[in-house]
């Protein structure tokens, strides 16, 4: 099993410009989230989605959308991006229900310019 | 809102020193609780989870975390630690279906 996966590992973009970040899980786990780890932050939640066709905001969603239209894929969304949202950006999935854990990909480093 | 407070920002230690972390909760309700590591350019891993139960749990690597909800503390825990510890170590808090996470503290261990 590949576990789970994020593309792309890198990206640059300027600022106004878009971007589509891809979760990818091959567990069969119902719950998907997208974090962003910033210096001296922690892990902060943007969005997550319980189910197919599913999403809810997290903590940090502004600026940011999402689409859950297969159960294995999580996209996040920058419709147009911001210097502030430069960060490494982790998906995570999990079995159903809020009681286990949750398993991460290796991360997305973007910057805006 | 809910938090999670990591106290310590960062720690150095010698080799075979104890380690504790500690992480404070603010959430009044049932909480699922854990702790992650990061090792250098590497995603977050588990280290161990409470739910419920024995308030002291094991988890990988020698680590421990004791569960004292009088005082909403997971303090991490280790007896010796090892240079291959030196990473990024996150408490996480789980109330209804978000993740609340601490905002870390990195661990260098010096051989």
């Known amino acids: 099993n590949a576990g789970v996966t994020q593309t792309p590992k890198f990206r640059v973009l300027k600022t106004g410009q878009s971007m589509t970040l891809l979760c990818a899980q091959d567990?069969?786990?119902?719950?998907m989230y997208w974090y962003r780890q910033d210096p001296g932050m922690g892990l902060r939640l943007i969005h997550y989605?319980?189910?197919?066709?599913?999403?809810a905001k997290g903590e940090v969603p502004d600026g940011y959308n999402v689409s859950r239209l297969k159960k294995q894929n999580f996209l996040l969304g920058l419709e147009s991006a911001a210097p502030s949202q430069t960060s490494v950006y982790f998906c995570?999935?999990?079995?159903?229900?809020?009681?286990?854990?949750?398993?991460f990909g290796p991360g997305t480093r973007l910057t805006v310019l | 809102a809910q938090s999670v407070s990591q106290h310590n920002h960062h720690v150095i230690l010698s080799e075979a020193a104890s380690l504790e972390l500690g992480c404070n909760y603010s959430?009044?309700?049932?909480?699922?609780l854990f702790w992650y590591v990061q090792y250098p350019g590497q995603h977050l891993q588990l280290l161990l989870k409470?739910?419920?139960?024995?308030?002291l749990v094991k988890g990988i690597k020698g680590f421990e975390a004791e569960f004292i909800k009088s005082k909403f503390s997971f303090n991490l825990r280790k007896p010796s630690v090892q240079w291959s510890d030196t990473a990024e170590y996150f408490c996480?808090?789980?109330?209804?279906?978000?993740?609340?996470f601490g905002t870390g503290t990195s661990l260098t261990v010096i051989p």
């Open positions: 995570a999935s999990s079995y159903v229900g809020p009681y286990n854990e949750q398993f």
């Open positions: 989605s319980v189910g197919e066709g599913t999403t």
């Open positions: 996480a808090v789980m109330a209804g279906n978000q993740f609340y």
């Open positions: 959430y009044g309700g049932t909480v699922n």
């Open positions: 567990m069969n786990h119902e719950y």
């Open positions: 409470y739910f419920s139960g024995d308030p």
